[in-house]
């Protein structure tokens, strides 16, 4: 998806879980997830920078998300 305001987002939908992940205008990156089961547990992070450890941060955050 590409906003008015330039921002890019992605998303992924499967049976056990949804993500959401947007390019901000700043150059950082924001994610939502929601893995959904018995115990339906969501989580929201923003503001992650490539340039400081972004990347070992998007790893650890959707870690979770990879095994459902």
């Given at each position: 998806m590409l906003s008015a305001?330039?921002?890019?987002?992605?998303?992924?939908?499967?049976?056990?879980?949804f993500v959401d992940?947007?390019?901000?205008?700043?150059?950082?990156?924001s994610l939502f997830s929601k893995i959904r089961g018995d115990q339906t547990e969501e989580k929201y992070i923003e503001?992650?920078?490539?340039e400081?450890?972004?990347i070992e941060?998007?790893?650890?955050y959707l870690g979770a998300v990879r095994k459902v």
């Open positions: 305001s330039g921002e890019i987002g992605f998303y992924w939908n499967t049976e056990g879980a992940a947007m390019i901000e205008e700043d150059n950082t990156i503001g992650l920078d490539f400081n450890n972004g941060v998007i790893n650890e």
